[in-house]
């Protein structure tokens, strides 16, 4: 029997019609003959709601204790979608992550899957019933209770569909597919069919909010198709997969920007092996995810180091900055706050001669500045004023002809 | 170290000030030199906004599902009283039923508890926490989710000052004690300093709203003096302790009134060993839950059999009444719907006379119809139409003196 995952995001499950809605899909899906595995997010914005109500308590809430608060939403979700199911004339059973025994290390709500017992899914869909699971939460080794990251049941969908071998992966969501860019930015932009797992993980880690970077990467390592699509209509979306062949004759996939960055600037480091590997681990002890990383030498031979944080992580990073700087007795740290990131994505890239020049040039002929460049294998990234940001986007989407049907 | 159990009721937490409130009493006794575990409800109205919820989706949802949704009222309340603390400076850690290992049978919406694993209470008290555990809710031997029905934190409560040996088990709510009668309903109602189990027991499940009937046979069963207070003030409360004797000198120590009752009547039933018993085995397996049972035997050597049951349970006990009516061939049975039962508690009545009397004169002085009566040891009730009820209680309160200190 076929096994189809379906996750449902917090706009798609926001209230009791939107809730029977999916739960109609689901049944939908049943009929068919799938066994049907529905991962569900929190009611609209509520857990923006049990985060407000943390912050009228105290700013700086221990982490175990907001993720105590926070699985309640997903919590609440699963046990409605299995009454609507139920009261459908089906069986359902919600289960929470600790149930369906998702196991992550212990870092409180940022917290990584390290194994997911399969067991009670599969006794759960032999008997014929529709598993309904919260996405977002785990337990760790020791039964505390961790979340996933904002976004994160995106993961716990992907997640399930490698371990429970799933045929088919939906992510339903209030957009209806991956877009070129954001359409909110730029009217031009055109929904892709088929993307590869590079290209998304590129554009989710650039800012293009559709989808969770890990749940691309457990998508891309145990090679799960991912279905993205509206539930408001029945009209397919974009499927994210492995790389082929004609993937390849498309330069530039999307263009994506990405705002409320802080540039660091640590100038006059010491060029010797392990001083750049002794600040990022600084940096990751204090769970501050870096974003880009860019070092020269300069010509006293010393090394300038620069990375952006999201501004989030502003103060904890500074925090750690300042040891940095004492420590290697550094004149001073430049902290640029904040700044923008306009980037293009391509597979295409890797064979095509270029990209960079047409992506400066489009900028120069808007006269906004570079401030500094990164690339990768498929990935170009400028970052900019944050006041440049929505035209550059708009001129590097014109550039690569993004609104183009390829 | 004493140890000390505070349970606050939804009212005591319905806010972030209230948390705060609540959160600053634990911290007190903390420094007082206690070691403090409290004892949580859900904020406010959250337990009913969840149940509507659910009736958006369906009218009959499965109780599992009802579980799995109610229980996250607590699980909001705990991890935001565990933030409380830890902002005003001090070690605290919120644990689910499940997390403290409170173990019940497998009856959703109404589970009894079977088993309290104290450890990890112990190990957090240990390293000098203020322990916050979910109130109304534990799991199965499975790990299913369970509730203790409406009302039950105060049972989590009394359960654990029972494990754990507490020397105090402080429950706080929106009134300052327990009152001689409902004072909504008679303005002349008095707090009560002291009473026993017993007496408290009968006025509870009389429809005294205060406490949980379970809550009050655990801390008979296991010697826990159960102090009812005031979180809003600073006065003691009632304790509710062991039958001391001075008590035996108070006949009536408080009266009370049950409204929303139903009385089912069977007449006709063979006068067999066995018939009753199979009666109410049937009621028992559907878990409808049985308030008074009176039994007489006709001229015609037949019985006849009444129960009262809750308004909640009326659906599910007429389908169990008409599969008893078919199986003993009855030619009827006599729904009323509603009723309302007036009554009067006392530990006194054991070695006074003439009680029963009393109360028979003050309700026919009153002109209200008595359509049946039932006593125990220490307590007499009748049956009368509910129109009749709120004056039946202010005359019973004035016949036996309530108002006046004893």
């Given at each position: 029997?076929?096994?189809?995952?379906?996750?449902?995001?917090?706009?798609?499950?926001?209230?009791?019609?939107?809730?029977?809605?999916?739960?109609?899909?689901?049944?939908?899906?049943?009929?068919?003959?799938?066994?049907?595995?529905?991962?569900?997010?929190?009611m609209g914005k509520t857990t923006d709601k049990l985060i407000a109500l943390a912050q009228e308590i105290t700013d700086d809430p221990p982490r175990r204790e907001l993720d105590m608060l926070l699985t309640t939403g997903e919590q609440v979700s699963i046990s409605l979608m299995a009454m609507a199911i139920n009261a459908a004339g089906h069986e359902a059973i919600s289960l929470t992550g600790g149930q369906v025994g998702l196991i992550t290390d212990a870092v409180h709500t940022k917290a990584r899957i390290q194994n997911i017992h399969a067991d009670r899914i599969n006794e759960e869909l032999g008997r014929g019933r529709i598993v309904i699971v919260a996405g977002f939460q785990g337990v760790?080794?020791?039964?505390?209770?961790?979340?996933?990251?904002?976004?994160?049941?995106?993961?716990?969908?992907?997640?399930?569909?490698?371990?429970?071998?799933?045929?088919?992966?939906?992510?339903?969501?209030?957009?209806?597919?991956?877009?070129?860019?954001?359409?909110?930015?730029?009217?031009?932009?055109?929904?892709?069919?088929?993307?590869?797992?590079?290209?998304?993980?590129?554009?989710?880690?650039?800012?293009?909010?559709?989808?969770?970077?890990?749940?691309?990467?457990?998508?891309?390592?145990?090679?799960?198709?991912?279905?993205?699509?509206?539930?408001?209509?029945?009209?397919?979306?974009?499927?994210?997969?492995?790389?082929?062949?004609?993937?390849?004759?498309?330069?530039?996939?999307?263009?994506?920007?990405?705002?409320?960055?802080?540039?660091?600037?640590?100038?006059?480091?010491?060029?010797?092996?392990?001083?750049?590997?002794?600040?990022?681990?600084?940096?990751?002890?204090?769970?501050?995810?870096?974003?880009?990383?860019?070092?020269?030498?300069?010509?006293?031979?010393?090394?300038?180091?620069?990375?952006?944080?999201?501004?989030?992580?502003?103060?904890?990073?500074?925090?750690?900055?300042?040891?940095?700087?004492?420590?290697?007795?550094?004149?001073?740290?430049?902290?640029?706050?904040?700044?923008?990131?306009?980037?293009?994505?391509?597979?295409?890239?890797?064979?095509?001669?270029?990209?960079?020049?047409?992506?400066?040039?489009?900028?120069?002929?808007?006269?906004?500045?570079?401030?500094?460049?990164?690339?990768?294998?498929?990935?170009?990234?400028?970052?900019?004023?944050?006041?440049?940001?929505?035209?550059?986007?708009?001129?590097?989407?014109?550039?690569?002809?993004?609104?183009?049907?390829?």
């Amino acid at each position: 029997m076929e096994l189809i995952v379906l996750k449902f995001g917090g706009t798609s499950v926001a209230d009791a019609g939107r809730i029977q809605r999916a739960a109609r899909r689901a049944i939908n899906y049943k009929q068919q003959g799938f066994n049907v595995v529905m991962v569900v997010s929190a009611m609209g914005k509520t857990t923006d709601k049990l985060i407000a109500l943390a912050q009228e308590i105290t700013d700086d809430p221990p982490r175990r204790e907001l993720d105590m608060l926070l699985t309640t939403g997903e919590q609440v979700s699963i046990s409605l979608m299995a009454m609507a199911i139920n009261a459908a004339g089906h069986e359902a059973i919600s289960l929470t992550g600790g149930q369906v025994g998702l196991i992550t290390d212990a870092v409180h709500t940022k917290a990584r899957i390290q194994n997911i017992h399969a067991d009670r899914i599969n006794e759960e869909l032999g008997r014929g019933r529709i598993v309904i699971v919260a996405g977002f939460q785990g337990v760790d080794e020791s039964g505390e209770i961790t979340t996933l990251g904002r976004g994160a049941s995106d993961t716990t969908a992907v997640a399930l569909a490698a371990v429970l071998k799933a045929n088919r992966c939906e992510i339903y969501t209030d957009v209806d597919g991956i877009y070129t860019t954001d359409p909110r930015i730029v009217s031009e932009a055109r929904k892709i069919d088929m993307i590869s797992y590079d290209e998304m993980l590129e554009l989710a880690s650039l800012g293009a909010g559709v989808m969770h970077s890990r749940a691309i990467e457990f998508g891309k390592k145990y090679g799960v198709d991912i279905h993205v699509r509206s539930s408001f209509t029945d009209t397919l979306g974009t499927i994210i997969t492995r790389e082929v062949e004609k993937m390849e004759h498309i330069v530039v996939s999307g263009a994506a920007v990405k705002k409320d960055l802080v540039q660091f600037v640590l100038p006059g480091l010491p060029n010797h092996p392990g001083v750049v590997a002794g600040i990022f681990a600084k940096l990751a002890n204090h769970v501050v995810i870096v974003d880009d990383i860019i070092q020269t030498v300069t010509d006293g031979g010393t090394a300038s180091t620069s990375f952006t944080v999201e501004y989030s992580d502003l103060s904890e990073c500074k925090v750690v900055v300042e040891e940095i700087r004492k420590e290697y007795n550094l004149k001073e740290v430049i902290c640029t706050d904040p700044v923008a990131k306009v980037s293009v994505v391509g597979v295409g890239m890797r064979s095509h001669t270029g990209v960079a020049l047409k992506m400066f040039q489009a900028l120069a002929d808007a006269k906004v500045n570079i401030n500094a460049i990164t690339t990768s294998e498929i990935k170009i990234s400028c970052i900019i004023d944050p006041a440049d940001a929505d035209k550059a986007l708009r001129e590097v989407h014109a550039a690569f002809e993004l609104d183009k049907e390829k």
